[in-house]
């Protein structure tokens, strides 16, 4: 599986953006998909996953109630709905896909995009 992230920019604290992930090959739906992010100087972290069929969700604390993972099997593609960005907030954001129920875990993902890049202003 290749992924391709895009969607991130500059934007001012309060804004939103929207992420997306476009996967090649065919078997998009059999995966996990996660995104990640990783600001200058820190390790990366977990952000959002979805399950294969996009029934399970997770997130982590600092995001829950402003970002939103969803992803379009017949499409091949992830997203992530930014929304009341926060400095805090700037990173690179990768997406990610596996095959394990550890969703949160980037240990247990297998395949990984470039990543692009999110700057929220203050």
């Known amino acids: 599986v290749q992924l391709q992230a895009s969607g991130g920019g500059l934007v001012q604290s309060g804004g939103s953006l929207r992420l997306s992930c476009a996967a090649s090959?065919?078997?998009?739906?059999?995966?996990?998909m996660g995104w990640f992010r990783q600001a200058p100087g820190q390790e990366r972290e977990f952000v959002a996953a979805v399950s294969w069929s996009g029934g399970v969700t997770a997130y982590v604390d600092s995001v829950k109630g402003r970002f939103t993972i969803s992803r379009d099997n017949a499409k091949n593609t992830l997203y992530l709905q930014m929304n009341s960005l926060k400095p805090e907030d700037t990173a690179v954001y990768y997406c990610?896909?596996?095959?394990?129920?550890?969703?949160?875990?980037?240990?247990?993902?297998?395949?990984w995009g470039q990543g692009t890049q999110v700057t929220v202003s203050s």
């Open positions: 990610a896909a596996g095959r394990s129920l550890q969703i949160r875990d980037e240990r247990t993902y297998e395949y």
């Open positions: 090959g065919r078997t998009f739906s059999r995966y996990a």
